[in-house]
Each structure stands twice: as structure tokens, then as C-alpha cells.
């Protein structure tokens, strides 16, 4: 395996690319200049964060998308998770083509399975794909192009043929639009009048997880006649026979591509004829098929495009072509048309794969996966997704282009908007599957920490939200199911693991709450009650003294078993004994909703008086064991109020004392935040590299007292991951921030995870933690939420916002139970206009809650579904208004509720 040795003379210089010097970062100028303290083992962040309050003020702005371009060097690591759910990693790179092709079922840990050395600042470290190999050297797009794959136009323009291929190479600029599902790219050349615009990526359309996992991506291509005169222009795309690419050799058989002429599509089949008996077995084996949509045009099932001249765009072998192993067998498909002077010619291609060979690993303890993929009993093979995709084309193109307009028509930040949607992504790469029997599976980063762990994947909020059902299976199927044990005890990683981890079993009941609340009835509450009475009981048991203090000593995701009253461990149980007793309450189980609410006001009342000390939440010791054991003790650690974070989630409201939690929050700005990192990680060693010099981030858990074995007198491998800046939690802070009113320090947490991953210095769309596409980040949607201040029950009929955010003028999407679309609210003094509109599915509602602006002027309410006036009591407390309506109201996709208040 290759190693890179980074020395000391190089560590500046490649361990990062500074915010100021790369990105006119200007904000952490002034924060460079503040004095640290003398390096050492000492807390040596600033208070002062030094940062510029104009360009702080500038993060609130709606500005635009992000882009990346070419004259700035910024392409070459971008990579864009384009295919279906669970069905492999492949990229979508900076200039338009796919690269990676993880589609292959690789059992090895990350997107890049390399090792690096890594000098820290005070030593080499040898660096694996878990312990950050990718951030520290992130891959780049021209090393991973397995396949011949790619597009060129030919342009007939003032007596000259022009022929360029969509890369970076052939355009004088390639702008990148970063958007998630679909991304924008745009070619230009100051010599050639037309402007080609590709938009590409997955179908992609929350609420329906079965259309969004479809083994394919697509591209939407048009080219822009922007000369004085008519042009002729012909479109190419061609894509290599990639059935058995990484196994064949010669003599093992031969390759065929095969021409299919559908009512929708015509396309190129590409298969593998094997002479080997255990070819079907190799974990490349499989079709692939590629398609023009559509449209009439020429086929080639044996191109060779390269080079990729004037002659390549001329029809070629058109019904079937083979060729041995291991050679290459490539197909085209071309079309053309003439583009008056300002008009434009637009065509559409679907690829698709299907390989079906779920790693061998899992089989020994999850059999189930033997039966192989969930797309895999859709679809026989890569032809019949192709089929699909073409008779349903018009339908998948337009739900996706309409989720991507919806989710970004919105006054939030669009730069925030895109960090916080953009980790769902790791829902479509190779680090989760889903199985024939319907099975969500996930690691925790790609191949690395199996078992869809409970502690890791309870900080994600991006999927629950936007695919509902995936969420609400694995809680029934897993945590409910194969997971539990008889006394309650939810198994965090499922059959890969014997026992549960106190974090994971407390998340795993607030997402119960969760999913029950993304439901459009009781149902799953209902028939899960048993069981999920049985967890909320076993958590609640593991307070031995009684006092709503979790104390029993269990395993949490920090991979450790501590000692004593923990803080965040303690406050993420009251936030789920909370959510127990109001599913309790649901169910009319009084003596669990008791005994839950007694837990919750002797906790609530305990955590804030015995573990506070003063400025922040602490690790309260064991009386016996004391401090010899790992532990926060009294650390400023990032998830001490981790359970009031979780509340705001799912409408939970305050737990403990407010001003505590605001303090704590506090001291995490003032003590774990820094503008740049550096200087704390080559002080305090240990830690991967998550963040580097020159980056800000949030430490997990410094000790700004400067105390004397500070996580305890037995120190372990684990104190390494106090000294990391690890997103997940990050973004958990950020949400919790934003949803406390504290949107400085949220905005400027979030946007230095969102520079960190600028693509000039990394992968926008691969948050790193322990491997690529790490589950935790997709707390960044707890962010979205918390900014939209979004309160939602789909069974009681319930929807609220309290946007933290340019509340007087405000817009924004919402996912529920049963549909999506807009919300839109103006503000004034003493009144209210709201608007929800509906795009896909319905929104079943019998209350909605508002915060106005000021005291109402007057008890009146005005309600319109459509254009029919609709009845509604209101009542209200100072800003606080609710609407209940007279009835249930179905706002049915296309539909429009408008109120006015006051």
C-alpha cells in the first residue's frame, strides 16, 4: 500500500490551505492576531475570537449557490454522490464526469483504501481512511476514472467544426453549482458562442424511497445558442462495458454490447459471456446499460472514443458488439439538431448498473443479505431499470428538478441550506445497502463500524425527515426487533453486537418519538407499544439511585465505558424518559407516563443543581471509583446538553434550567471554539486529523482550568478523541445554538465546517469521521430544522414554525408524513400572513402554531384552502398564536392553505 511521508518542513504547507489565503476568509484575520498562550499541554484557545462582525453579519445573507471553478482550481476533488440510495458510491466530479465507480460491492474501509504518514506536528502518525488518510489527502477525480465514460458536442458554427468534451480541459471555464440531488454544470469558451449546461445526479424524491433508489443517475444536457446565426450541433455520450472490470482476464471470457430500442429510449446493454464456472460469482459481475431518453438518434455499441474527433460523432457497429477479456468494449449514443440564433437543443441520458453481491462478511451474522439488494428484486438486470427509468422519465425528472427547486427557494442562507442537505448523501454511496427483504443497513462511514449503530446514526435528522419509512422500518425491524434484547436493551449495532450502549438506547427512543411523529397515524406507535415500552423502561432502569441521574457505567460513542453522573449522557435521557411519557400519553398508558414524568422533574431538577459547575455541565465522578477511570469529569465537553439539542427536534420543549444551558453553550464558544485549530492539535496530540491548521472547529473537549488529569488518572487511546474537531457533533452544537437564538455562533460553526470542505481544499460532499460519508454529519439537517424552528406530530395534525432566521419575511421547504412542499410567513407588528403550499403527496392539518411579531392587534383570523374559506378558533399567550381549525384540512399537492392573522 502506498505511503506518503509529509515532514516537518512540509506540515504548513500541506496539512492545510488557509482559510484567508484560499478563501478571503477575511473574518479569521483578526483572530490570527490574538495571542495564544505559550504551546504546551495547556487550554490555548481564544476567548476572542477575533472575528469581523461585517463579515459575521454577511453569513445571514440568502445569497447564492455555491460554485467552484475551474480558472480557480477548484474541481479536481469534487465528487457528488449521483446514483440511487444504497446502490454504490459513484461521483459526479467537477467538470460533469463520473469518476470513483464504488458500484463494485468493495469490502475495504473507505473511498480510498490507502494508508499516509502524517507528522502532527510533533511526530509521523501512520493515518488509515478511519483515522482521517482522505482529509489530510483527499482524492482526486482524475485517479479514480475506472471507465471510459463522457460526453462532447461538435458544433457547426461560421465554416468550422468545433469538437470539445464535456472536461476540464477542452473549456476556458467549468463552473460547478454544489447543490444536492442534482448539481449544475456550466462550460464556456470565450472563442465559441454556446454555452452547454449539464445538470446531473440521482432521481431523487423525498417520500418515495423506492424511486429515489434506483441504481442510476441521469444528466439533463442542453446546449445554448448564443451567436448572431444558425448552428448545427450534435451531442455525444458514450460509457465502457463495465461487467466484470476488475476481475476478468483473458481467456475468462468476453464482453458484449448489445443495441435495445425501446418506445422511450434507445440504449446500449452491456454484459459478460464468462467461460470461468465462479464468474457470476465475483463481486463485479453484473450489467450495466446506458440511454438516451427520448429522443431518435445514432448508436455505436463498439466506439472507441479516444480520441474523440469529428469522425467519432458518425454512426458506427449499431446492433451488438464483443470483444475478450480484458479488453474494452465502449458505446455511444449521438444526437443531433439545428439551434437558431438564441434558442437551444436539450437531451437526456439515463446510466444504469446492477451488480448484486452484497459483501460476503455480513452473511455470518446477518443472513439476510444473502438474498441479495432491494433494487436487485425490483430488477432482474441494468436493461429492466433502463426500461423503467425511460417509461418513467418523465415523472422521475420532473418530482426530482421539483424537490431541488423547492428545497432552495428559501430566505435561509443558501450556503447553509447546502450544508445541511448535503450529508444525506451518504445515504447514496456504498456506506449503506438495502436489502431484498426491504432492510436498511448502514455503517457508520464507508466499510468501517458496521451494524447501523445506535450511538453514531442518532444524530442524523436528514433522513428521518426526507425518507420517513427507511427510519421507521429500521426501528421496528432492528431496534424493535432483532435488536432487542428481553429486558428492553436495544443492541447498538444490531446482530453485530451484545450489548447496548446507554447513548445509543436513549437516541433510539427520541427517534421513535421521532418517526412516530413523521407518521400520518398512530399506527406505528401503536403496534410497536410493547416493545417500546420495554426500552423506555430498561433505560430508565439504569438510574440505580433513583434520582433521574443516568449512573449505571455502559458503553457510549465514544467508546468507553465511564463511570459516574454524566452530564450529556444524564440530560440525553431525560430528553427520551421526556419523549416516553408523551407517547405514554398517547397511548393512555398512565403508569408509564407517571413514572416517565417523575424521572423527567427529578432529573430536570438534579442535572441542573448537582451538575453545573458554574459556567458549564460536568462529568459528576463515582463516589468509589472517583477519577481513575476515562471520563469529561470537569471538562468543557461539546455534548454536555446534547438532550436539550435533541428536545428542540422533536417539539419537547425546555427541560432543565435555560440560563444553564445558554451558559453552557456559552463556554463551548468561548472554550472549544477556535478560528484556527492548529495551534491545540500540535499541543495536544492524539486526535485525528479532522481539522487541521489554518481551519476552525469546535474541540470535542478541552480543559480550560488547566486541571490536573483532567479526563482521569487512567488514561487511554480514547482521550484521542477529546482533541478532534469530528462534524457530527459539531453540527449537533450548531443546531442547538440556533435553536437557543444564538445565531452568530451557529452560523459561524457551521460555515467553518462548510469551509473546511471547500472544494479546493476537499470533497464538499464527504464529511469525514471515522471513514468517508460518516452517518453523524447528517446532523447538519438538525441545523435546517432548528433554523426553520418547524414543530410537526403527523398523527395529531400538528405543524408550527418559529423561524430563528429573517422570521419578518420567511421561506422555506417542509418534508412530513405525507407529502412536501413550501412554507412562506410575513411578519408585522400585531399581525401574520402565512401560506403553506403543497408539491408532492398531501398535508393532513388540524392545528398550526405561529410566533408573531408583537402583540396581536386583533382576535380575527382569516383561513383559505384554495379558495374555499375555511373555519378556525384562534387563541393566544403574548407572540404565541395557534389556529385549530374546524375540521381536518388535506392540502392536496398543488393545493394552497393561506391564513392571516390578526
Known sequence: MRQNHIHRRNFIRQSSLTITGLLGFSAWKKAFSVPFVTPGPLHNIPADKGLDPRWVKSLYAT???????????????????????????????????????????????????????????????????????????????????????????????????????????????IVFEATYPLATVTYTDKHLPVEIVLKGGAFYIPMDAEDSALPATFFHIEIKNHSGQNIEAKLTGWQENGA??????????????????????????????????????????????????GKQGSVNTAANPYPVDSDFFESGSQQAAEADAPGKLTGSLTVSAPIPTGGSFAADYALAWHFNHPLKKLAEKMPESKAGYHYAARFKDAAAVMEYISANYNTLRTRTFLWQKTYYDSTLPHWLLERAIINIGTIATANTYRFASGRFWGWEGVNSCEGTCTHVWQYGHALARIFPSLERDTRQRVDLGVGMQENGGILFRGEFANRPAIDGQAGTILRIYREHQMSADNSFLQLNWKQIRKAVLFMLAQDKNGDGMTDTPMENTLDAIWEGEIAWIVGLCIAAAKAGQLMAEEMNDEALAATCRQYVEKGNRNMASALFNGEYFIHRPDAVAGKKKLGSYNTCHIDQVYGQSWAFQVGLGRLWDKEKTLSALRSLWKYNFTPDVGPYIQTHIGGRPYALAGEAGMIMNTNPHNEQHPYGEDVTWQTGYFHE????????????????????????????????????????????????????????????????????????????????????????PFTTAEGWGGYAQQRENGSLKAQFTVHHGRLRVKTAAFVCKGTLKADKVEVRLGTAAIGARLTHTGKDALLVFEKDLIIEEGNKLAIIIG
Open 63 to 173: 445569497g447564492k449557490v455555491t460554485t467552484y471553478r475551474k480558472s480557480r482550481n477548484e474541481l479536481k476533488y469534487i465528487g457528488m454522490p449521483s446514483g440511487g440510495l444504497h446502490t454504490g458510491t459513484l461521483y459526479m466530479g467537477g467538470d460533469g464526469r463520473l469518476w470513483l465507480w464504488g458500484i463494485y460491492n468493495d469490502d475495504r474501509e473507505g473511498i480510498d483504501t490507502r494508508d499516509i504518514q502524517w507528522y502532527n506536528g510533533q511526530k509521523e502518525v501512520l493515518l488509515h481512511p478511519r483515522d482521517g488518510a482522505n482529509y489530510v489527502e483527499p482524492p482526486a477525480a482524475d485517479n479514480k476514472r475506472w471507465l471510459e465514460q463522457g460526453f462532447a458536442v461538435k458544433i457547426n458554427y461560421n465554416g468550422k467544426v468545433i469538437v470539445k468534451e464535456l472536461k476540464e480541459d477542452d473549456w476556458d471555464e
Open 244 to 293: 466484470h472490470k476488475l476481475t476478468a482476464a483473458a481467456g475468462d471470457g468476453a464482453r458484449l454490447n448489445t443495441f435495445i430500442g425501446q418506445e422511450h429510449s434507445q440504449s446500449v446493454f452491456y454484459t459478460f459471456r464468462a467461460t470461468r464456472e465462479d464468474a457470476s460469482l465475483q463481486r463485479d459481475a453484473g450489467t450495466m446499460s446506458f440511454g438516451l431518453i
Open 725 to 812: 474537531c469530528m462534524s457530527g457533533f459539531e453540527h449537533q452544537v450548531a443546531a442547538h445554538m440556533m435553536a437557543e437564538g444564538m445565531t452568530d455562533e451557529a452560523l459561524v460553526l457551521t460555515r467553518a465546517i462548510h469551509d473546511r470542505y471547500h472544494a479546493a481544499k476537499r470533497n464538499p460532499y464527504n464529511e469525514i469521521e471515522c471513514s468517508d460519508h460518516y452517518a453523524r454529519a447528517m446532523a447538519s439537517y438538525g441545523t435546517f430544522i432548528a433554523a426553520c424552528g418547524l414543530d410537526y406530530h403527523g398523527p395529531k395534525g400538528h405543524i408550527g414554525f418559529d423561524p430563528k432566521l429573517s422570521p419578518d419575511d420567511f421561506r422555506a
